[in-house]
């Protein structure tokens, strides 16, 4: 009896494991709930500078060599999206895999109770397991 109590203990924790993972993960994709912050990347000069560019690339040649007293140029961050989506987009996929990783960790606890909690019987439908005395097949003249 005491396995059952313990299995429908797993089975509980395990539906209500599953049940809070599956909301945390409703209310964040919705937007009614907020990630915690694991990414933080920032960029200091955010925005395509196309005239920048431009004037660059005129004024440098692929065989232009530096000389000792000139400093190095550098060529502009050209920037496809903004670091605040990147920076959301990673939070969501971390706390996405943290919530599967719960709902498998609770689908597991709900399976063991359910086993647990499961009579298991054994029914043998030959008892004997001595081979030699097998029963004679009645035989027609």
Known sequence: ?????????????????????????????????????????????????????????????????????????TTPTVSLMDTNSINKALNLMVYYFIMQFLLGLGYKLASLGVQLIRPIEVVMKNRSFNTEEQPKKPTIN
Do not use: C, H, W
């Open 1 to 73: 009896m005491n396995e059952k109590r313990t299995g429908y203990i797993m089975l509980g924790i395990g539906i209500l494991i599953m049940i809070f993972a599956a909301i945390q993960i409703v209310l964040v994709f919705t937007g009614k709930a907020v990630t915690m912050p694991l990414f933080e990347a920032s960029q200091e000069n955010s925005g395509f500078d196309l005239d920048g560019l431009l004037q660059q690339i005129q004024q440098t040649s692929p065989y232009q060599v530096p000389t000792a007293g000139t400093a190095p140029q």
